[in-house]
């Protein structure tokens, strides 16, 4: 089984700011790497998927890169409504796995 | 629209059993990739199971031989079978549709599972 290590658990950033959230798999997923969002209360929402390509609706202010076995979540000017729990995900092969997510919060 | 509502959840004792289902709309199961993948309170996502396009399906170790994923494509439904549930099943269970095996490009709203005596 793949482990995804997030880091950090938790991000304190303030509107504006850049947020840069990492995701390291225990062993090469190549392309295969899928960021979620997740709002208290709510259901996950799709972000990234294949490490850098944006779901529909997905602001610009949203990017994904990395390959491997190192990946990276980027969103440049954070808004108010991106303060979530963010999860990485794997589809290289069964099972897919999540990771314990980064929760960004206000500063 | 695409949706998925999940109906089917509860409370159970230890060793009871639970069936969610989930009626999909504005999508057909049997094109897509269907899943169940849960959240236990407080704690990250889990995949629990998944029905591949083609007919295979898949279980986490933890719920293998306890659940059963299907698909009624004539009723565009996916369904979860929950036996022999255990306090560590304790979650919300997500129905997920995926455009491709892996990714969840849709999800319910949930389900709460409670097993507790």
């Known amino acids: 089984e793949i482990v995804l290590t997030q880091s950090p658990a938790t991000l304190s950033l303030s509107p504006g700011e850049r947020a840069t959230l990492s995701c390291r798999a225990s062993?090469?997923?190549?392309?295969?790497l899928v960021w979620y969002q997740q709002k208290p209360g709510q259901a996950p929402r799709l972000l990234i998927y294949?490490?850098?390509n944006r779901a529909t609706g997905i602001p610009a202010r949203f990017s994904g890169s990395g390959s491997g076995t190192d990946f990276t979540l980027t969103i440049s000017s954070l808004e108010p409504e991106d303060f979530a729990v963010y999860y990485c995900?794997?589809?290289?092969?069964?099972?897919?796995?999540f990771g314990q997510g980064t929760r960004l919060e206000i500063k | 629209d695409v949706q998925l509502v999940e109906t089917g959840g509860g409370l159970t004792q230890p060793g009871g059993s639970l069936r969610l289902s989930c009626a999909a709309s504005g999508f057909s199961v049997s094109r897509n990739y269907m899943s169940w993948v849960r959240q236990a309170p407080g704690k990250g996502l889990e995949w629990v199971s998944i029905?591949?396009?083609?007919?295979?399906?898949y279980y986490a170790d933890f719920v293998k031989g306890r659940f059963t994923i299907s698909r009624d494509n004539s009723k565009n439904m996916a369904h979860l079978e929950m036996y022999s549930l255990r306090a560590e099943d304790t979650a919300v269970y997500y129905c997920?549709?995926?455009?491709?095996?892996?990714?969840?490009?849709?999800w319910g709203q949930g389900t709460r599972v409670t097993v507790s005596s």
């Open positions: 997920a549709r995926g455009e491709v095996a892996g990714r969840v490009d849709d």
């Open positions: 029905f591949y396009t083609g007919g295979d399906i």
């Open positions: 995900q794997h589809r290289s092969n069964w099972p897919f796995t």
């Open positions: 294949d490490a850098s």
């Open positions: 062993q090469s997923v190549t392309s295969f």
